[in-house]
């Protein structure tokens, strides 16, 4: 696909900067510490590549090992019964994943480029900002420990760290679903919040040439928002990080 192709090219080209990044600024301690709040960190499953299912890591340092190893693409995805790679996974069954909420921009933006995952300051200010305020609003009335993320492609990852959706069955966050489309009123990735087996961008990994980013949801103007490769600093990635600290 014409989009893996780009970002295999954009990560080719900046090899050493995506090191550095891995190495030096990626936020670790934080990510782990989102990761691990209802569960292990080494029943978590770390993805990347699309095709590299099931890896685990029993801490910060293996979880930035794996970023510098596999930065392609990264995902985390649910919490097993098993420490993954331990046991076949016919052997592991899921027990919990964090309630998610995806949906593209360019689902909802006339003129920005699918096919470039690209957002123009106009669309971002006359069309999502909405949409943010209004996800904002309809999540806050469900519970307060919940970070909107900027996926650094093109959509939103809305994360809802609540300790008792975390165990929902995929047929409870199924009913969920349905409640939360009829109060937001447009469309979102189902199977993302629905599966619990399903995966989403790695917080504070890099999608491409921007960041996965948490959205500061008192400023959420464009240039607030998106933050290139060439933008991150030990400053800005500080600033971020503020950003979930709420989360406990």
Same mark, same amino acid.
């Given at each position: 696909?014409?989009?893996?192709?780009?970002?295999?090219?954009?990560?080719?080209?900046?090899?050493?900067?995506?090191?550095?990044?891995?190495?030096?600024?990626?936020?670790?301690? *934080?990510? #782990?510490?989102?990761? /691990?709040?209802?569960? /292990?960190?080494?029943?978590?499953?770390?993805?990347?590549?699309?095709?590299?299912?099931?890896? !685990?890591?029993?801490?910060?340092? =293996?979880?930035?090992?794996?970023?510098?190893?596999?930065? $392609?693409?990264?995902?985390?995805?649910?919490?097993?019964?098993?420490?993954?790679?331990?046991?076949?996974? !016919?052997?592991?069954?899921? &027990?919990?994943?964090?309630?998610? @909420?995806?949906? =593209?921009?360019?689902?909802?933006?006339?003129?920005?480029?699918?096919?470039? +995952?690209?957002?123009?300051?106009?669309?971002?200010?006359?069309?999502?900002?909405?949409?943010?305020?209004?996800?904002?609003?309809?999540? !806050?009335?469900?519970?307060? +420990?919940?970070?909107?993320?900027?996926?650094?492609?093109?959509?939103?990852? #809305?994360?809802?760290?609540?300790?008792?959706?975390?165990?929902?069955?995929?047929?409870?966050?199924?009913?969920?679903?349905?409640?939360?489309?009829?109060?937001?009123?447009?469309?979102? =990735?189902? *199977?993302? !919040? #629905?599966? &619990?087996?399903?995966?989403?961008?790695?917080?504070?990994?890099?999608?491409?040439?921007?960041?996965?980013?948490? $959205?500061?949801? %008192?400023?959420? /103007?464009?240039?607030?928002?998106?933050?290139?490769? *060439?933008?991150?600093?030990?400053?800005? @990635?500080? %600033?971020? #990080?503020?950003?979930?600290?709420? @989360?406990?």
């Amino acid at each position: 696909m014409a989009h893996n192709n780009r970002r295999t090219a954009f990560f080719t080209k900046n090899t050493e900067a995506i090191a550095n990044y891995y190495l030096n600024l990626f936020p670790v301690e *934080e990510v #782990v510490r989102l990761l /691990s709040l209802h569960c /292990s960190l080494p029943f978590r499953e770390i993805a990347s590549s699309y095709t590299l299912r099931f890896n !685990s890591v029993a801490n910060a340092e =293996d979880l930035r090992a794996f970023c510098l190893d596999t930065p $392609l693409r990264l995902d985390v995805g649910a919490a097993y019964d098993i420490a993954n790679g331990t046991h076949p996974m !016919s052997e592991c069954q899921p &027990v919990g994943r964090e309630f998610t @909420i995806d949906y =593209d921009f360019t689902d909802f933006c006339e003129y920005c480029d699918a096919a470039t +995952k690209k957002v123009c300051p106009l669309c971002w200010e006359t069309t999502l900002v909405p949409l943010i305020k209004k996800t904002q609003q309809v999540i !806050s009335l469900l519970t307060s +420990k919940f970070v909107i993320f900027c996926s650094g492609g093109k959509g939103f990852h #809305v994360w809802i760290f609540d300790p008792y959706l975390f165990f929902y069955t995929d047929e409870e966050r199924k009913q969920l679903v349905e409640a939360i489309k009829q109060e937001l009123g447009f469309e979102i =990735d189902e *199977e993302v !919040s #629905v599966n &619990v087996k399903h995966t989403i961008r790695l917080p504070f990994s890099l999608n491409e040439q921007f960041l996965c980013a948490p $959205l500061d949801l %008192k400023d959420v /103007s464009y240039l607030n928002s998106f933050f290139s490769l *060439e933008q991150l600093n030990e400053q800005l @990635i500080q %600033k971020l #990080v503020q950003r979930t600290k709420h @989360i406990q």
